[in-house]
């Protein structure tokens, strides 16, 4: 049996997907790991690949999710980010970026917030 974070992180990830989708974003992959670290949604904004880190804070008292991602999680990204492309070098695309989707609230009620070209 997973934590409740854990379950909550995926609960608010699916979300995450589910209003990206909406939006019309197509999915590529989900939680794609690398020796850098881990990009929650990869997806393709028309003709655009999009690196997406989904953060989630239940308030603001310590701080939105969207501060929490600091120039070191930020070289972490890219660096992963570089080992999606080095190893699917063959994908058709015309540009690439990192959005943030910053989630809050409760589940019933998620606040979603899109940050295109975030970083």
Request: proline share 0%.
């Amino acid at each position: 049996m997973k934590a409740t974070h854990l379950r909550r992180g995926e609960e608010v990830e699916s979300a995450s997907l589910a209003y990206l989708q909406s939006n019309g974003l197509k999915f590529v992959e989900k939680n794609y790991r690398s020796m850098y670290g881990e990009i929650d949604l990869i997806m393709m904004d028309q003709h655009d690949l999009v690196f997406i880190e989904v953060r989630y804070r239940k308030n603001d008292l310590f701080g939105g999710a969207t501060q929490s991602i600091n120039a070191n999680k930020q070289q972490k990204l890219r660096r992963t980010a570089e080992t999606f492309l080095q190893k699917n070098h063959s994908m058709e695309f015309d540009g690439c970026r990192f959005d943030v989707v910053a989630v809050s609230g409760q589940s019933e009620n998620y606040e979603i917030h899109w940050l295109s070209d975030a970083f």
